[in-house]
């Protein structure tokens, strides 16, 4: 087997959206199940007790899983420029891909390197809950339209800082003179307004005058808009987002097809293009049902048109 032939094997192995093979599952189910180790271990060291009796289990699995994910990430490199997605090694390195796959390791190197115990960058760790996001179907296109929405999700973030500042200075205008303990000041009083404006309420600090409470309401009344507005953007391109992938497997379908039936080269082209667009089997079987029966119908119209309604015999052209 030459150098390509193992290139392509490792890039198949490592990315879900190529696998075909038991071996690839395997794979993949293996990164899962280590990341997943990875994050109940994280969870569990917190706790004192169970750190200082499990200490040497924990670092055995930390160096395993810093050797393995390193090893990952080192062929990730050199096999990447098999696939589609980068067009060189560079390019990877330079991505958002990349930077999730170093930072799942880059904080224990920094700690040996600088002698710095290793839980001062146990919140780091949480980076290789992102590496989950190539293994599941809804991740991966939430990340899509995150990326797509990114600039109205900015403009609709900006807005609430906006009234978060404004709610934080108009409580601590009405309200500071009567508690400087809690409203004294703007930083203060932001804690507030950051709990209010997001309808969570603690009410732990509230209003207690008569300006405050009116300038509270009117604010709030303005927060129910303002923070739903995220959530309705995400929602709707989101189903606009499945939608668009749907139609994209269903021209294919339809590119596809000779006479009502797809060939086994076909289902496979097909099978490739379900992973890369993260539909489920479900929607795959059902979007070509459709299209085989479309194309059916239509096959079924153009013959009858030839004939004669009442009598059946061919007309004449």
Not at 46 to 60: C, E, H, Q, R
Request: glycine fraction near 6%.
């Amino acid at each position: 087997m030459n150098s390509e032939k193992i290139r392509l094997a490792i890039y198949r192995l490592l990315n879900p959206a190529e696998q075909s093979t038991l071996l690839d599952i395997s794979g993949n189910l293996l990164i899962i199940a280590l990341v997943l180790l990875n994050l109940i271990a994280m969870a569990l060291e917190t706790d004192t007790t169970l750190a200082a009796s499990y200490a040497g289990l924990f670092l055995y699995l930390e160096l395993f899983s810093v050797a393995f994910f390193s090893l990952e990430y080192l062929l990730r490199i050199w096999s990447i420029t098999v696939g589609e997605h980068y067009s060189s090694r560079v390019r990877y390195v330079l991505s958002l891909d990349s930077a999730i796959d170093l930072l799942a390791i880059l904080p224990f190197y920094v700690g040996l390197l600088l002698d710095i115990d290793l839980r001062v960058f146990i919140a780091f760790r949480l980076f290789r809950l992102f590496k989950l996001f190539r293994y599941f179907s809804p991740l991966a296109v939430l990340a899509s339209v995150l990326q797509a929405e990114a600039r109205s999700f900015l403009a609709a973030i900006l807005v609430m800082m906006v009234l978060v500042f404004v709610g934080a200075t108009g409580m601590y205008f009405f309200e500071a003179a009567a508690q400087p303990d809690k409203l004294g000041s703007i930083p203060q009083a932001m804690w507030w307004s950051i709990v209010s404006l997001t309808t969570l309420g603690y009410g732990d600090v509230v209003p207690i005058t008569l300006g405050g409470r009116v300038f509270a309401g009117v604010i709030t009344l303005f927060a129910i808009g303002i923070v739903a507005m995220p959530a309705g953007m995400l929602a709707s391109r989101f189903s606009e987002e499945l939608n668009k992938r749907k139609i994209a497997f269903s021209e294919l379908v339809e590119s596809l097809l000779d006479g009502s039936e797809l060939s086994e080269d076909d289902e496979n082209l097909l099978e490739q293009q379900r992973q890369r667009l993260c539909l489920s089997n479900h929607d795959a079987l059902l979007l070509k049902k459709k299209a085989v029966e479309a194309k059916s119908n239509l096959d079924k119209s153009l013959n009858t048109s030839n004939y004669c309604s009442n009598c059946g015999h061919l007309l004449k052209q």
